[in-house]
């Protein structure tokens, strides 16, 4: 008899010990989690903390009024287009930025507007490290920049999401200069109208990595300037290095309606 109340007490012991830990550990990364300043860039009331720019536009037109914030959302529509005309169009949010984690929530909806080019078609992008928007040309597609591409799929062919595209930029991969515009990650499709969460952690001018539902899907390093781009020489001399170290964060309007409902930044060391 108590060899048996020993041992119960022995037992108790030990669940009591499990439980504690594992409380301990769960409030160790509640309390982690709470430490972490995301900063959320759409308050997801207004725009005031973004610039506009589309390709033939002066700074700060916002043509067609095609980013617009409806329902809680960021909003690319393009609703008032007859048809698609060539002019690309990106947001900017204020100030520039090196080190830190991005994470964003989108959605591809509906059609894509009359005419618009067939690689646009549910293509949006989160373009870092780029330029100020003041510094682009009048007619100038895209920012100079690294493009995290963001696409969906047509419901029955393959296409990856968080790849990266280079206007007027190169990276480095397995010591390898990389010259060519697109690179696939990856990652499954997503087809549909459905949500989808990913994030890019950016460590200044030297490694990015893309996620998608928390999974590493591409990584490379060393973004920098490309030498054939007629941006270069401009912002060689603006940057002083031809190392890309920080930069502006834009979303882009492509022909294709998208929906943002969350675009958020943890700063970090």
Partial sequence: MKKSILFSVIALSGIILIFSSCASK???AAKQAGEENWIQLFNGKDLNDWQIKFKGEEL????????????????????????????FGHIFYKGEFSHYRLRAEYRFVGEQVKNGPG????????MIHGQPAETMELDQDFPVSIEVQLLGGNGKDERSTMNLCTPGTNVVMDSVLIEQHCTNSKSKTYHGDQWVTVEVEVNGGEIIRHFVDGEEVLKYEKPQLDPRDSSYTKLLNLYGDIVITKGTI??????HNTDFRKIEVLKLD
């Fill in 26 to 28: 769960s409030n160790q």
């Fill in 60 to 87: 700060g037109v916002n043509y067609n009024n095609t980013f617009r914030v409806e329902d809680g959302l960021l909003r690319v529509s393009y609703e008032n287009w007859p048809e698609w005309n060539g002019k």
């Fill in 119 to 126: 690689w646009a078609f549910r293509n949006n992008g989160l």
């Fill in 250 to 255: 834009s979303l882009q309007a492509e022909s």
